[in-house]
């Protein structure tokens, strides 16, 4: 069992919440990831971080925010959900290497009614 | 179009007996596959790494094969056991570029006693 947490695991909340999913590593990981899953395809990349102080943007467009403050915490933001929101985040980490294993948290259900 | 893509979608086997699913990739370079496997509402987990030059790697039931000249992967599963009830994705890396992992839609595979 990968030691990466996020929370909370389900949530369901109404348009125009501001919202902050969490996700935390103990594993002294370098890089950290957040994907969207909806049901039945495949994980998009929509934020990444090379470190502390480093936040990239990932291959689909999102409305969110991520910060890494500290190595272990990424939160991911969202200002302002929509019902466009709603979809399966899942957070992942891994050592910086190019071949390196990324380790998956459990993920957040997201609802936005 | 998709750089990875998985078939069959889905599959229905019975208790004990074998499955092969597929992947096909146009990932370029080609760095490493990974074949993850994700359960219900859990983050992927990885079953097996494979670089250009390996052609076949197991991982006790699991054993995944890999032709790079034709682009194409395989995960074959032995003695299928309920547990076993996932999706299985492939995810290829490319040697080259900020964002160089590029998923696969999964195969849900459901094992029935």
């Known amino acids: 069992e990968a030691d990466i947490y996020q929370t909370p695991r389900y949530l369901v909340i109404g348009t125009g919440k501001k919202i902050t999913l969490e996700c935390s590593q103990t594993?002294?990981?370098?890089?950290m990831y957040w994907y969207q899953q909806d049901p039945g395809m495949e994980l998009h990349l929509i934020h990444y971080?090379?470190?502390?102080?480093?936040?990239e943007k990932g291959d689909l467009s999102s409305e969110s925010t991520v910060s890494r403050i500290r190595t272990e915490h990424f939160p991911l933001t969202l200002e302002s959900a929509r019902p466009s929101h709603t979809s399966q985040y899942l957070c992942?980490?891994?050592?910086?290497?190019?071949?390196?294993?990324?380790?998956f948290g459990p993920g957040t259900r997201l609802t936005v009614t | 179009k998709n750089q990875v893509e998985q078939s069959p979608q889905s599959l229905i086997i019975l208790e004990g007996k074998n499955c092969t699913l597929q992947?096909?990739?146009?990932?370029?370079?080609?760095?490493?596959l990974r074949w993850y496997k994700q359960d219900t509402g859990r983050g992927p987990v990885s079953l097996t790494i494979m670089t250009f030059s390996e052609n076949t790697k197991s991982n006790g039931r699991y054993t995944a094969t890999l032709d790079a000249d034709t682009k194409q992967s395989s995960l074959h599963i032995t003695a299928s056991q309920l547990s076993d009830s996932a999706s299985y994705i492939c995810?290829?890396?490319?040697?080259?570029?900020?964002?160089?992992?590029?998923f696969g839609t999964g195969t849900r595979l459901t094992v029935i006693p």
């Open positions: 995810v290829v890396s490319r040697q080259t570029g900020a964002n160089n992992l590029f």
């Open positions: 594993m002294g990981h370098d890089k």
């Open positions: 992947c096909n990739y146009t990932v370029s370079p080609f760095s490493n």
């Open positions: 971080s090379y470190g502390v102080n480093s936040t």
């Open positions: 992942a980490s891994s050592l910086a290497g190019a071949w390196e294993e990324q380790y």
